[in-house]
Structures are given as C-alpha cells and as structure tokens.
C-alpha cells in the first residue's frame, strides 16, 4: 500500500506553521494530505492554530478563547498573515483532491460544543473526501463519531496501545495517530511529526498508511525513490 503524506500544520519547515501561504504551497504541489489543529475564540469562532495560547506563533499573548476573533484578528504570525478561521482553510481546500486530517485540541481545554461547532462548518463545503477527525482527548472523538458518519476517526497519542486492533474496535476506530511505529497496523497507522529522512524511508518502506510531516517534499521524494527501486528490481 502507498504511504500517504500529510503536511503537519501546512509546510512550517517554509512557511509559518498553520498558515494560509503555508496550506496554499503544500496544495500547489500536489500533497496527499493537510494537517492541522482546530481551536473556539471566545465567541465560537473555529480558527486553525496548534497551541492554546497564541504567544509561540503570533505577536500577541494569551488564550485564543480569551478573544473573539475580530480581536485575534488584530495579531499576526511571522509572515503577516491573521491566523486563519476554518472556513477560510475549508474553502481553499474546497474541490481540491487532498485528505484533510482536522484534529480537536481539546485535550487540555475541552472548548464546549467544538465537535458540532466545526462539523456543521464542514458540512457547508464540498470536500471531495471524508475529514478525518483526531484528538488526544478520545472523548471529542466519540462526540464527533455521534454527529457523523461521513468521516473518518482516530486516536492521536504519544504511548504505546497494546492490543491496538482490539482498541480501534471497541472505540470505533478508523486508524490511530501514533509517535512511534507498531507493527502489524502498518494499514491503519498514521506516524508523526517524522522529519528525518532515515525514519522516513523505515516507515515508508514498512508500508504505515501515512506519514505526518513537517517537510512534505522530502517525504514525497523518498517515497518515489523506494517506489523506483522497488520497480527496477522487477525488471
């Protein structure tokens, strides 16, 4: 099976992380997969950023659900850009033949009514396949997997899961998003955030359903040089 890859927060080794410009260059170049963290302003706005606070990215300070948009509005990340709502990234993705893996972070505040919130949003845009929700916190993706099923769902998590089949079924499992390669759920294994060009090819030539990275390019590259050498040995 082909491994998949998805650009982990949009291309942050180009462009700021979570970025407009940075989504816009990942789709430009013909990417498998987006990446990306969804949080609510104060007045339940979805908007795409990975952290709580806006300190690290932006030139501001404090809790995204601390403002209301129009007042995040006013802050900017390092190429000038606001940091983007949903809709403005749903619509640039809209039509366009790429997995869009949204992942809930609300494993340390869970922003209430996020899940329908965002899957109302989604269902105004013609995607050409189903989002994949994620979260650390399995219970936004049980909520979701309630208001759903045209999606996909998976568990994101930095330790090992024993049993990972008997886990993905009893919760209702698409895949699992993990930190580090299990064997035998290489079809429905997500690996991130993997960077290094050695792990890439470990995980690629192991055949994981996709790779999340920060270097989409690089992973693309490798994968068809594990493809090219793969077909001149049937030659």
Same mark, same amino acid.
């Given at each position: 099976?082909?491994?998949?890859?998805?650009?982990?927060?949009?291309?942050?080794?180009?462009?700021?992380?979570?970025?407009?410009?940075?989504?816009?260059?990942?789709? $430009?170049?013909?990417?498998?997969?987006?990446?990306?963290?969804?949080?609510?302003?104060?007045?339940?706005?979805?908007?795409?950023?990975?952290?709580?606070?806006?300190?690290?990215?932006?030139?501001?300070?404090?809790?995204?659900?601390? $403002?209301?948009? =129009? =007042? *995040?509005?006013?802050?900017?990340? =390092?190429?000038?850009?606001? &940091?983007?709502?949903?809709?403005?990234?749903?619509?640039?993705?809209?039509?366009?033949?790429?997995?869009?893996?949204?992942?809930?972070?609300?494993?340390?505040?869970? $922003?209430?009514?996020? =899940?329908?919130?965002?899957?109302?949003?989604?269902?105004?845009?013609?995607?050409?396949?189903?989002?994949?929700?994620?979260?650390?916190?399995?219970?936004?993706?049980?909520?979701?997997?309630? *208001?759903?099923?045209?999606?996909?769902?998976?568990?994101?998590?930095?330790?090992?899961?024993?049993?990972?089949?008997?886990?993905?079924?009893?919760?209702?499992?698409?895949?699992?998003?993990?930190?580090?390669?299990?064997?035998?759920?290489?079809?429905?294994?997500?690996?991130?955030?993997?960077?290094?060009?050695?792990?890439?090819?470990?995980?690629?030539?192991?055949?994981?359903?996709?790779? &999340?990275?920060?270097?989409?390019?690089?992973?693309?590259?490798?994968?068809?040089?594990?493809?090219?050498?793969?077909?001149?040995?049937?030659?």
């Amino acid at each position: 099976m082909k491994t998949l890859v998805f650009g982990h927060r949009g291309v942050p080794d180009l462009y700021p992380e979570n970025s407009l410009q940075g989504f816009r260059y990942a789709l $430009y170049h013909h990417i498998d997969g987006l990446e990306f963290d969804v949080h609510l302003t104060k007045d339940n706005i979805p908007v795409v950023i990975h952290d709580e606070r806006i300190d690290r990215t932006t030139d501001g300070r404090g809790l995204v659900n601390s $403002y209301t948009y =129009e =007042e *995040l509005s006013k802050f900017s990340l =390092e190429n000038y850009e606001r &940091i983007p709502k949903l809709e403005e990234l749903l619509a640039l993705i809209e039509g366009r033949d790429v997995l869009v893996n949204l992942e809930f972070k609300t494993d340390k505040i869970h $922003y209430p009514n996020i =899940e329908k919130i965002v899957v109302d949003m989604v269902g105004k845009f013609e995607l050409l396949h189903p989002v994949i929700y994620s979260s650390f916190n399995l219970s936004s993706v049980k909520i979701v997997q309630e *208001l759903t099923d045209d999606a996909q769902f998976a568990y994101l998590t930095d330790r090992r899961i024993d049993n990972p089949k008997e886990f993905m079924l009893t919760n209702h499992l698409d895949a699992l998003h993990l930190q580090f390669f299990q064997p035998d759920i290489e079809n429905k294994e997500r690996v991130w955030t993997v960077n290094g060009s050695l792990r890439l090819r470990f995980l690629i030539k192991h055949g994981v359903a996709a790779v &999340i990275t920060n270097n989409f390019e690089r992973a693309m590259k490798i994968r068809q040089s594990i493809v090219n050498k793969k077909a001149n040995k049937k030659r």
